[in-house]
């Protein structure tokens, strides 16, 4: 069974740091992206980044909200995506969710972690 | 970046009725790298279809996605009670991707 357990959120400050966890199992997570999208209370969903996995040198990407802040990195070692946040906003108050897309046999099928709440706020 | 614009923002239908959900993109979306997702209240999305027109394992045949260049569509042609969620498009042909606003299909 595939799971994804993100743990590490919480209530911060503005201007400081949280760094989120995402456990992975159930699957081959040295050949997969991990995405995080997070969404606001009572808002829509909103991508946050990427990191693509070692075949695909590692690439990452961020939404232009994040970037500069945020950094992805992976432990393919531990099945673990991270997700760094730094110089954090008001704004970045969100559920953040870790998932991934696997394709095999010609279909797709995604997986997602359970959510974790992170609270920006003095 | 690409911005996607779903319309509309609400939909009321009552069950048995089909449901036409549109998705514009701001500019042409790259190999048609287009998905909708479903997300129901406390629940994280799922994946309805990807590339455009492919369905995700498991999805029933009600789904059907369209489209191509800037204007997609997602088409439940028979609505389901569990159906009633919100469908959000999302383009992951061009960094950054991004989602639309997402469209709200409730019971009428």
């Known amino acids: 069974e595939v799971q994804l357990v993100e743990s590490g959120g919480g209530l911060v400050q503005p201007g400081g740091s949280l760094k989120l966890s995402c456990a992975a199992s159930?699957?081959?997570?040295?050949?997969?992206?991990m995405h995080w999208v997070r969404q606001a209370s009572g808002k829509g969903l909103e991508w946050v980044g990427r990191?693509?996995?070692?075949?695909?040198?590692?690439?990452?990407a961020y939404a232009a909200s994040v970037k500069g802040r945020f950094t992805i990195s992976r432990d393919d070692s531990k099945n673990t995506a991270y997700l760094q946040m730094n110089s954090l906003k008001t704004e970045d108050t969100a559920v953040y969710y870790c998932?991934?897309?696997?394709?095999?046999?010609?279909?797709?099928?995604?997986?997602w972690g359970q959510g974790t709440l992170v609270t920006v706020s003095s | 970046e690409i911005v996607l614009t779903q319309s509309p923002g609400t939909l009321s239908l009552s069950p048995g009725e089909r449901a036409t959900l549109s998705c514009r993109a701001s500019?042409?979306?790259?190999?048609?790298?287009l998905a909708w997702y479903q997300q129901k209240p406390g629940q994280a999305p799922r994946l309805l279809i990807y590339g455009a027109s492919s369905r995700a394992t498991g999805i029933p045949d009600r789904f059907s996605g369209s489209g191509s260049g800037t204007d997609f569509t997602l088409t439940i042609s028979r609505l389901e009670p569990e159906d009633f969620a919100v469908y959000y498009c999302q383009q992951y042909g061009s960094s950054p991707a991004t989602f639309g606003g997402g469209t709200k299909v409730e019971i009428k």
């Open positions: 159930g699957f081959t997570f040295s050949g997969s992206a």
């Open positions: 500019q042409s979306v790259s190999s048609s790298y």
């Open positions: 990191i693509r996995s070692k075949a695909n040198s590692y690439a990452t």
């Open positions: 998932t991934t897309i696997y394709c095999s046999g010609g279909s797709c099928v995604d997986y």
